[in-house]
T-cell receptor
Framework: AQSVTQLGSHVSVSEGALVLLRCNYS??????LFWYVQYPNQGLQLLLKYTSAATLVKGINGFEAEFKKSETSFHLTKPSAHMSDAAEYFC?????????????FGTGTQLKVEL | NAGVTQTPKFQVLKTGQSMTLQCAQDMNHNSMYWYRQDPGMGLRLIYYSASEGTTDKGEVPNGYNVSRLNKREFSLRLESAAPSQTSVYFCASSDSGAQHFGDGTRLSIL
């Protein structure tokens, strides 16, 4: 069984400030972890993925995430927020990456960026 | 490069009506998925197809049926729509690793 918990359904930061979106997972097998972003009225777009190659994963738009097994965490960060980062972010976990890999999603974090 | 295409984008139904949501992908992916997204609940898997010719239930399959028509197309059918099925429906496809999503179908059932 696997699950994902995203702490904070809404996060607000100032433009230029650090973005930190939290994700903790539970998995009975070594997990594969993903962060997706959803802009209004659009589908989900992959930001980055962890597939055991490296614990620090760099993604698109300046985002990165670090896999910490001891803390069962995969938090998403960006050093300096931009107005265009305002969106909803979803963390997801899968037991494998092959065909038919079923993702379990967190409930999402809405990021607001203020001037 | 279209990726995953869903039709229609919007639909309003009356309770008891039937409806088929269409999904097609042009990335030659083996696996396809249907999710529903409801406020505060993230995305929940309805059905998936690991490869052409196979389909399996996900977390919330009740009230839905699917057809994997060929490698490209995976449809979702509501036989007798209920207000509880008002949601945004997303189709996705994958080969290995990340799933690629369509832009969704916004379905309202009155």
């Amino acid at each position: 069984a696997q699950s994902v918990t995203q702490l904070g359904s809404h996060v607000s930061v100032s433009e230029g400030a650090l973005v930190l979106l939290r994700c903790n997972y539970s998995s009975s097998v070594p997990p594969y972890l993903f962060w997706y972003v959803q802009y209004p009225n659009q589908g989900l777009q992959l930001l980055l993925k962890y597939t055991s190659a490296a614990t620090l994963v760099k993604g698109i738009n300046g985002f990165e995430a670090e896999f910490k097994k001891s803390e069962t965490s995969f938090h998403l960060t960006k050093p300096s927020a931009h107005m265009s980062d305002a969106a909803e972010y979803f963390c997801a976990v899968s037991p494998f990456t092959g065909g038919g890999n079923k993702l379990t999603f967190g409930t999402g974090t809405q990021l607001k960026v203020e001037l | 490069n279209a990726g995953v295409t869903q039709t229609p984008k919007f639909q309003v139904l009356k309770t008891g009506q039937s409806m088929t949501l269409q999904c097609a992908q042009d990335m030659n992916h083996n696996s396809m998925y249907w999710y529903r997204q409801d406020p505060g609940m993230g995305l929940r898997l309805i059905y998936y197809s690991a490869s052409e010719g196979t389909t399996d239930k996900g977390e919330v399959p009740n009230g839905y049926n699917v057809s994997r028509l060929n490698k490209r197309e995976f449809s979702l059918r509501l036989e007798s729509a209920a207000p509880s099925q008002t949601s945004v429906y997303f189709c996705a496809s994958s080969d290995s690793g990340a799933q690629h999503f369509g832009d969704g179908t916004r379905l309202s059932i009155l």
